[in-house]
């Protein structure tokens, strides 16, 4: 039987959580209260469907196998809004070389944010892609 997650179990699940942990660059973590297991595709589903009751196009590669090594998870476009590039990661996956590179890169082009998404960030991933649309870039 599949689960899928809305925004709303998501929350919750991240709500249950009674550990936390700082996770990298010191942001911090919850950790899914247990037996609950959040999957790479459910965090992508959950974040896809917030995205497009914002108004943001996304972009995903199905199958990166037989892609260049590193590119992010998710695109992410809104009209007037800079261009967002997220990794998903479920702990205790971690950036390989390759990733990190092309974020570090991809932070650096103008009009861009990078982000390294895990299910603990729900907060920030729902605080970013619900914000009002800016102004100017």
Not at 26 to 39: F, K, M, N, R, Y
């Amino acid at each position: 039987m599949s689960t899928y997650w809305t925004t709303e179990t998501l929350r919750a699940a991240v709500a249950q959580g009674g550990s936390r942990i700082i996770g990298p660059e010191g942001s911090l973590v919850h950790e899914p209260a247990p037996g609950v297991t959040i999957t790479h595709t459910a965090l992508r589903t959950a974040i896809w469907r917030l995205a497009k009751q914002h108004g943001w196009k996304l972009y995903f590669t199905q199958n990166s196998r037989k892609s260049p090594p590193g590119f992010p998870d998710l695109v992410l476009a809104r009209e007037e809004e800079p261009v967002i590039y997220a990794e998903l990661k479920i702990p205790p996956d971690t950036l390989s070389i390759e990733q990190a590179e092309w974020l570090r890169v991809l932070a650096l082009a103008s009009h861009t944010e990078t982000y390294v998404w895990t299910p603990g960030d729900w907060h920030q991933i729902d605080a970013r892609l619900t914000q009002p649309r800016k102004e100017t870039l």
